[in-house]
């Protein structure tokens, strides 16, 4: 988990809903370390839903190793029908929605730099999203 953590670094609100919705000391966005996710070869995904929550909270290894609303409270940012790099995928919390499961989020960097969840559900592609690699925690 450390390494997690010290791949991210806190930074810019840019991508963030409200500035009420997190401090700005919250938010995380990515390292330039090598063994960050946001290094790799991002894949281009497209969230096709409308007012989408992206979650992360650092400071909840929960968060970090099972995505779910429970252990990332916190809303970095909420998109709407745009395009994200897709870092990694991992299981978590099963989100069901208009007859759709699905237990596999993807962790995204927004074009602002904002990092965080969201379920595949509201994600192009399936359950899993081709050409984005599962997390290596």
Do not use: F
């Amino acid at each position: 988990m450390a390494a997690v953590v010290a791949a991210l670094t806190l930074g810019s609100p840019a991508a963030v809903a409200s500035p009420a919705a997190a401090p700005q000391a919250d938010l995380p966005t990515t390292a330039a370390s090598p063994a960050s996710p946001a290094s790799a070869a991002a894949t281009a995904v497209y969230i096709w839903a409308t007012n989408v929550n992206v979650r992360y909270d650092g400071a909840d290894a929960d968060c970090v190793h099972h995505p779910s609303r429970a252990s990332c409270v916190k809303i970095v940012a909420t998109v709407s029908r745009t395009t994200a790099e897709g870092m990694c995928q991992h299981p978590g919390e099963e989100i069901v929605d208009s007859g759709y499961r699905n237990r596999w989020w993807t962790l995204l960097k927004l074009p602002g730099g904002t990092i965080g969840w969201v379920n595949n559900i509201y994600i192009q592609g399936g359950e899993k999203i081709a050409g984005v690699p599962d997390c290596g925690w």
